[in-house]
């Protein structure tokens, strides 16, 4: 996917955005794509320019939610991920 590119990928596999968001924070802008089979990918763009796709569950409503799980917390509290 390096090469042939997360935003390719997602477009060729027919994902849908369902979430979009700035995070000031971190200085990155993120999507919140649903793929028809493997679930739920957010695609993260830093400030450098680089890419990342990060597998996130099907249940992942919006960005921040994906980036709570991602981090390994739930409404402020550290749970374990399986």
Known sequence: IRRFGWHR???EIHADCVDYRRNDIEGTREALFRTPKDGNILVAVCPTGRVFGMRVPPVTKTC????AYLAGTRSGRVVART
């Open 9 to 11: 990928y997602v477009r």
């Open 64 to 67: 921040a939610e994906a980036q």
